[in-house]
């Protein structure tokens, strides 16, 4: 059949699901089948181009929206490349679709330097063809001006790694290149090295970092596969600036990527994985902006901050790494914000000794140690995340010396950095005045505020601190221990505000000797007593609704304030007090349910516990209830936790989970609890 047996139109349409083998047959027929498969440069030759992933258009990263004159020439240029350069071969592969691209002239191999065939890489490159190869023999080569590559060519050092030196300056012009076996320095005229341009390189088994850029350096680092180096993927310090983009940098000895000594930089859109210690180390006023990489199967933390640094860490992929998904101590103080923190062996987020940081709107869940594991002492503010199902506490919350400092042999000591510790503290940072909350006003206390905690192995939140923590408007659900447990706080733990429902123990546990501030928060359907406390406080103006056992309990020698709240409770007591439990109980709502037991039940031996102006209502069915929570309204009112639904965002019902967890976070610590 011809060309014109149909219209132009109907015969792109088939050929556009040809493939390009098929192309090439099509091609060879006639020369009007050739200009009819030639037409199809913006649609399927499009495809085809764009088809392999790591096919990029010509103009990208720079203009990744820009068209290429022609897709066909593109294609053309990948697929030459990739039998080249992966093969490794003297000329491309036939194949049927080679009649698509005319045929080439063999590859030549030109020796450069003494000895060889050119003196000089720039008269070597003026008689080099596409796709030859350039290979420098032992020595250093210097090139006072630009070396301009503006065809594909590979330049190729030749002996072991170090025995070949180039100082040059070198611009891709071209589609393509390689550059193998080759140290890159700048030329001796240039003091410092401000662009780097490296794209679609294969750099692997460095015994040093892959990438080390220092000294002011910027540029481009796109689209490279960084592997199996003895130090850091990429190494960016004294000041270097560079946009490390789409690269995947995996299995080396070391972390992945490493910014330190006011090193900076936009790290975007990588992949991270296999390397044997942090993802990404962030230390000595390192600095960088760190968003949508993928951080995943790390044998070490994600994401460390460390040794009084920053970043900004958003949009980020974190998951299945062996310690912390993010680990910040020492003086780290980032904005993690944004980030899906999910599926670790050890804790999602670890806020270590002197550790700060805002971490906000994060989703952590599904790991094997706490949801965040934090010390109060290090004034770290955790708000609006979504924090669920993992294995042990929602939030743990402890203040006691961090022993994780020191690094276990073989685990990344910190030797290599000695040259960017002086001069490393906040003052000579050039962006230290650069907006932070922390930087803004002072801060005093801890706060968790405006979390989701939910359906965690253990407690909801675990406090065991001796300094004051603020707990403002979380929804506490469906945990499989109790809401919040507070187990030592010498200073005053502020609860205010919160929803604290469904959860399989007590919606609120304070033990002897603590201080708490209870304050306008919702506790309903707890498993067990709505609040159980042995400590000392305020509890005031809550809604204690529907618990399975007690309203509210008070042993030992506890000594509350507890008034103008509203209790409740269908199967025991409303108010409970016991032993030598003191205080006041008064002006206090009181519901009696189904139970035929008192509403409330004065057993405490203390002459000081006084009760007075309570008022004391029989209702025998729940709905009434309901019904007497509206002046005020049910506190608080939190989407997700509303009385009598116990159910999640997505409408599902909640289910118990029996599992319990043992008390105590691995002696208090962290489950790892070094950086590294």
Known sequence: MEPIDLPAELWRLILSHLRLPELGRCSAVCRAWRQLVLSLDRTRWRQLCLGVLQHRPPSWPNRPAAEPPSWRDACKQHYLASKTWTRN????????CLSLFRRRKGRRRLCVGTGGDFSSLRAALAAAGPYDRLVLLPGVHEEQSEVLLKMPVELVGQGGLGDVVLRARVDQHGPTARLCNLVLLPPHSSSLLYKVIMLRNDIHHCKASGIFLRLSAGGLIADNS?????????????????????????????????????????????????????????????????????IFQGLAAGIAVNKNRRGHITGNVICENQWGGVDIRHGGNPILRSNLISCGYSDGVVVGERGKGLIEGNAIYGNKGCGVWMMSSSLPHLINNQISHNSIYGVAVFCCKDNAGDYPPGQGGIESFQEDREGSGVENDPDSEEEHPAAQCPISVALVELNSISHNGA??????????????????????????????????TCIANNSISCNSRAGVLVEAECQVELRGNGVYENGSHGIVSKGEGIITENDIIDNHQCGLQLLQAAHMKVTKNRIQSFRDYGIALFDEAKGLVQENLIFQ?????????????????????????????????????????????????????????????????????DEGCHKHGSVFCTVL
């Open 226 to 294: 960084i592997h199996s180096n003895g130090e850091a993927g990429v190494d960016i310090r004294k000041g270097a600036n560079p946009l490390v983009l789409c690269n995947k940098i995996h299995s080396g000895l070391r972390s992945g990527i490493v910014v330190v000594g006011n090193g900076k930089g936009i790290i975007r859109s990588n992949q991270i994985y296999g390397n044997k210690e942090a993802g990404i180390y962030i230390l000595y006023n390192g600095n960088p902006a760190v968003s949508g990489n993928h």
């Open 89 to 96: 071969m003297q000329d491309p592969e036939s194949s049927t």
């Open 593 to 661: 349910g189904r139970s035929k037991k008192s509403i409330l039940r004065p057993i405490s031996n203390a002459e000081d516990c006084v009760i007075q102006n309570n008022v004391l209502l029989s209702f025998k069915k729940r709905f009434d209830t309901e019904c007497m929570l509206t002046s005020p309204s049910a506190r608080p009112h939190i989407e997700g936790g509303a009385l009598g639904s116990c159910t999640v965002a997505g409408g599902q019902r909640v289910s118990s989970v029996s599992t319990r967890v």
């Open 459 to 492: 407690a909801g939140l675990h406090v065991k601190s001796s300094e004051a923590l603020n707990i403002f408007a979380n929804m506490i659900h469906a945990n499989s221990d109790g809401g919040v447990s507070v187990l030592q706080s010498s200073q005053l």
